[in-house]
């Protein structure tokens, strides 16, 4: 048996599927099948694959199921131990999954392994070194936006959750904590999944070994729109309602306020207030009908080091976000990780 199933989530991605494939087809290791997970693409995107890449398994979808319901189905019909959930708007580096497998190895309590994402037009720039989780109930991609060089990205390390887009699972443990939330269908839910697995005392780590190059919303089309904003503000509160216990939420509850008004008022300045007011509608609406982790007094220790990290991950978010915006301090960051 192979030790890894890579997993592509497929819906009308087929201009990106060549470069996808073909970096596959280089990796330095062969201890892994592929499978393709198309989600009833119009494009010919099935065809295309089952025509020119014989050694891809692919799977059809009667209809959409989202990015979280197309690995869900990925996962549930491989059997290796590892899954790598992989997006199509990826070209891996040759010692990608090899690189993603040692990792895993290393420790059973490794839930899953983020990989080194780079920025596909501008491969100077990191796209994201695993996610971070802030206690203003906000999603991020740490590393984003930073120079590849910069030391700070070279070295495993354990982070909040692992970006979905291309990332190792443990595959036994999803039978403990759950697959990825179909309710989320798109964005954040690679967080949920990674804050479940926190809950009940597994790692997310980082590998920075496993390179990626992502050209990053090829499914949605652009950075913001209609759809994204909707389903991300409405995800980012299925997250607070699952994952914190009462008593985090009563902590919590001004970071988090101030974090939905800062977020209200950034959509609203880019048109997009009605889909960011109708995704936190939803949200409520469908609270009560929500899978959320129960509380158990053995997890009491987890909660407590989520919380640091929650606080300790603002610090990181505001930080990466001044070296980005402020010319001065990013001419002095880039000298120093040269």
Aim: proline share 4%; net charge neutral; aromatic share 12%.
């Amino acid at each position: 048996m192979k030790k890894a199933t890579v997993v592509i989530p497929n819906w009308n991605g087929m201009k990106f599927l060549k470069a996808c494939l073909d970096s596959l087809l280089i990796q330095d290791t062969d201890d892994f099948e592929v499978l393709m997970i198309d989600n009833a693409s119009e494009d010919g995107s099935a065809e295309f694959v089952r025509a020119e890449y014989s050694s891809v398994r692919v799977d059809v979808m009667p209809e959409n199921l989202g990015f979280a319901g197309g690995v869900n189905e990925g996962i549930l019909r491989s059997e290796t131990p590892y899954v790598i959930l992989l997006n199509n708007d990826t070209e891996c580096a040759p010692g990608f999954v090899r690189a993603l497998i040692a990792a895993a190895d290393r420790d059973p309590r490794i839930f899953s392994v983020s990989a080194r994402m780079v920025n596909f037009y501008d491969r100077t720039l990191m796209d994201d070194a695993g996610d971070l989780y802030t206690v203003l109930g906000w999603g991020a991609q740490r590393g984003v936006g930073q120079p590849v060089s910069d030391r700070r990205y070279g070295k495993p390390k354990d982070v909040f959750s692992a970006c979905g887009g291309a990332a190792l699972y443990r595959r036994e443990i999803f039978s403990e904590i759950g697959l990825f939330d179909p309710d989320h269908f798109a964005y954040l839910e690679d967080i949920d999944v990674g804050y479940r697995a926190r809950i009940y005392g597994y790692r997310n780590v980082y590998e920075p070994d496993a390179w990626v190059y992502h050209v990053g919303s090829g499914t949605s089309g652009s950075k913001y729109n209609d759809f994204k904003v909707r389903l991300s503000s409405r995800n980012a509160l299925y997250l607070v309602y699952k994952n914190m216990p009462l008593f985090q939420r009563i902590v919590n509850a001004p970071a988090l306020a101030l974090g939905r008004q800062v977020k209200k008022r950034f959509f609203s300045k880019l048109g997009f207030s009605e889909a960011y007011n109708e995704g936190i509608q939803e949200a409520k609406a469908k609270r009560g009908d929500l899978k959320i982790v129960p509380y158990t007094k053995a997890h009491l220790p987890n909660y407590l080091r989520i919380e640091a990290e929650l606080i300790g991950n603002t610090a990181v978010y505001v930080t990466e976000f001044l070296r980005r915006h402020m010319p001065g301090r990013k001419k002095r960051d880039q000298g120093q990780s040269a």
